[in-house]
Structure formats: structure tokens, C-alpha cells
């Protein structure tokens, strides 16, 4: 049963991303519908990062003792002056790791 479940979802995944992909098929999507797909990356990554920057033992963490959110508001701080995106990895986790090192 497991197994025909992932058979099944890797076929959806897949002929999805495969119909609009694929340049031969006749398949397009109107203005609308391409600028309300723009949204869903950054959605979809705030869902991501969201709930590990600000939650912790399933409470609101919003304090100077949660490395996260140090480590985010610095690198939110360094990907707006710099726009590059190794250094805004390189400096954010330096800073997470060092405050994770000294806080815990």
C-alpha cells in the first residue's frame, strides 16, 4: 500500500511539472494565472522557514536567546545591502553557529 502510494504521488509530481515544462505541448497559462503562480515560491518557503525561526517547544519564541532569529534578521539585513546570496549564506550560518555555540 505504501508503495503504490509513492508510485502514485511521484506519477502526479511528475506529469504536472511535465505539462507545463515541456515546450511541445500545447499547454499555457494566461497572465493571471502565471502572476498568481509567482506567489507560490515565496509562499511556500516562508511556510518553510517561518515556523523554525519562531517556534520552539511549540511556543512563540521571540527573544534574544533564539539563535534563529538572530541569525535570520541578519541575514535578511545582509541579503538587502548585499544581494548576494553566498554571502548572506556564509555570514548568516557563522552567526548561527557561533550564537548556538554560546547560548546553548
Keep these: ?11 502526479v509530481v ?4 511535465y505539462i507545463f515544462l515541456e ?4 499547454v499555457k497559462l494566461n497572465v493571471k494565472a502565471q502572476r498568481l503562480l509567482s506567489y507560490s515560491s515565496p509562499a511556500v518557503l516562508t511556510a518553510i522557514w517561518a515556523p523554525i525561526v519562531f517556534v520552539h517547544d511549540e511556543q512563540l519564541a521571540l527573544s534574544l536567546n533564539n539563535p ?4 535570520a534578521i541578519l541575514a535578511a539585513l545582509v541579503a538587502w545591502k548585499t544581494n548576494n546570496v553566498i554571502a548572506t549564506t556564509v555570514i548568516s550560518m557563522g552567526c548561527f553557529f557561533i550564537l548556538n555555540t554560546v547560548i546553548n
Excluded: H
Aim: positive net charge.
Design 1 to 11: 500500500m505504501i508503495f503504490t502510494s509513492i508510485i502514485a504521488m511521484t506519477a
Design 14 to 17: 511528475f506529469l504536472s511539472r
Design 68 to 71: 534563529y532569529l538572530i541569525a
Design 23 to 26: 515546450p511541445r505541448l500545447p
